[in-house]
């Protein structure tokens, strides 16, 4: 029996194979206009292409969540040195 692939759209987190596990700080765009810190725990890419990541905002008191990558929204920090 194949697993299928679910989507984090779906409401479903991605079959973990698919998954690359990653530390990721990122500054994150709000909805008021503000930025916040936050960090990628992974990125996976469905059947169409699109990109997702599990984001979580730091300090939010929220869980992270897979939704899909927007680099207008989401500012890739380094890690080490510039």
Not at 24 to 45: F, K, M, N, T, Y
């Amino acid at each position: 029996m194949v697993e299928s692939r679910r989507s984090p759209a779906d409401g479903g987190d991605p079959v973990d194979p698919d998954v690359r596990w990653v530390y990721q700080p990122v500054e994150v765009h709000l909805a008021d206009g503000s930025w916040v810190l936050g960090r990628i725990s992974g990125w996976w890419q469905d059947a169409g292409g699109d990109r997702w990541c599990r984001l979580r905002v730091t300090r939010s008191g929220r869980p992270a969540r897979w939704e899909r990558f927007d680099p207008a929204r989401v500012v890739l920090l380094p890690v080490a040195g510039l």
